[in-house]
């Protein structure tokens, strides 16, 4: 009847304005964010006795080498925090994105149920997302540091293909196995960590088995 078309058609149109409502809101979100982070970076300064500090001095000195990678989650400038510390220019890679011209990734991971119209809020959906090295370079490494991370949902599916391949894979020669460090700040987080990678699937014995896994807290 026509009268129920009309309702579908009323339906669609405070649909399209539920989802620009929304849309406009995630716009504000980021604008919002990006303009309070970057004046939290104004008032940076690092405490040299810090742990963050050491090991930042420590890998922040070898980035330059062709055979050392550095990833950072946040968005802030890391280099400020170098500069700070008195220590030379890092290189190294945003997987999130940066502040600079305001291009913070915000958004759900692929696989995340999003609802059409939506699309954009997926992470990989962003202007500034960009291919990266990361899986490479986890795959080739030998010496392998995380800090900071807890190894939870959002961040996990950056790892899960590494942690699964170590625990699901061949038998590994002792001179052969990876050395993994994972630096969290004390024995609850430890132990969130090792949860964290129990709930996606990871098998946590063959991980100590398959690889020299140590935490430093």
Same mark, same amino acid.
């Given at each position: 009847?026509?009268?129920?078309?009309?309702?579908?058609?009323?339906?669609?149109?405070?649909?399209?304005?539920?989802?620009?409502?929304?849309?406009?809101?995630?716009?504000?979100?980021?604008?919002?964010?990006?303009?309070?982070?970057?004046? $939290?970076?104004?008032?940076?300064?690092? &405490?040299? &006795?810090?742990?963050?500090?050491?090991? #930042? *001095?420590?890998?922040?000195?070898?980035?330059?080498?062709?055979?050392?990678?550095?990833?950072?989650?946040?968005?802030? $400038?890391?280099?400020?925090?170098?500069?700070? #510390?008195?220590?030379? /220019?890092?290189?190294?890679?945003?997987?999130?994105?940066?502040?600079?011209?305001? !291009?913070?990734?915000?958004?759900?991971?692929?696989?995340? $149920?999003?609802?059409?119209?939506?699309?954009?809020? /997926?992470?990989?959906? !962003?202007?500034?997302?960009?291919?990266?090295?990361? #899986?490479?370079?986890?795959?080739?490494?030998?010496?392998?540091?995380?800090?900071?991370?807890?190894?939870?949902?959002?961040?996990?599916?950056?790892?899960?293909?590494?942690?699964? *391949?170590? !625990? @699901?894979?061949?038998?590994?020669?002792?001179?052969?196995?990876?050395?993994?460090?994972?630096?969290?700040?004390?024995?609850?987080?430890? /132990?969130?960590?090792?949860? &964290? #990678? @129990?709930?996606?699937?990871?098998? *946590?014995?063959?991980?100590?088995? /398959?690889?020299?896994? &140590?935490?430093?807290?």
């Amino acid at each position: 009847p026509e009268t129920e078309i009309s309702k579908h058609i009323v339906n669609a149109i405070f649909r399209e304005d539920d989802i620009k409502q929304d849309i406009d809101y995630y716009s504000m979100l980021h604008e919002f964010l990006c303009n309070y982070l970057i004046e $939290e970076q104004k008032t940076i300064a690092p &405490n040299n &006795n810090s742990a963050a500090a050491k090991i #930042l *001095k420590v890998v922040g000195n070898a980035s330059s080498s062709k055979y050392v990678s550095i990833y950072t989650f946040n968005y802030t $400038e890391l280099n400020l925090i170098a500069r700070a #510390l008195k220590l030379s /220019q890092i290189n190294y890679t945003h997987m999130h994105g940066e502040l600079v011209n305001n !291009s913070i990734i915000l958004g759900v991971n692929d696989g995340a $149920e999003i609802k059409e119209g939506y699309e954009q809020f /997926q992470k990989t959906m !962003s202007p500034h997302y960009n291919s990266h090295n990361l #899986l490479a370079d986890l795959d080739t490494a030998s010496e392998i540091i995380f800090f900071g991370l807890a190894m939870g949902e959002i961040d996990f599916t950056y790892f899960k293909s590494f942690f699964t *391949k170590i !625990s @699901n894979g061949e038998i590994v020669k002792p001179n052969d196995k990876k050395n993994v460090t994972i630096i969290t700040k004390n024995e609850s987080s430890r /132990q969130k960590i090792l949860m &964290n #990678l @129990n709930q996606m699937g990871i098998n *946590k014995s063959s991980l100590f088995a /398959q690889s020299n896994l &140590n935490f430093i807290k």
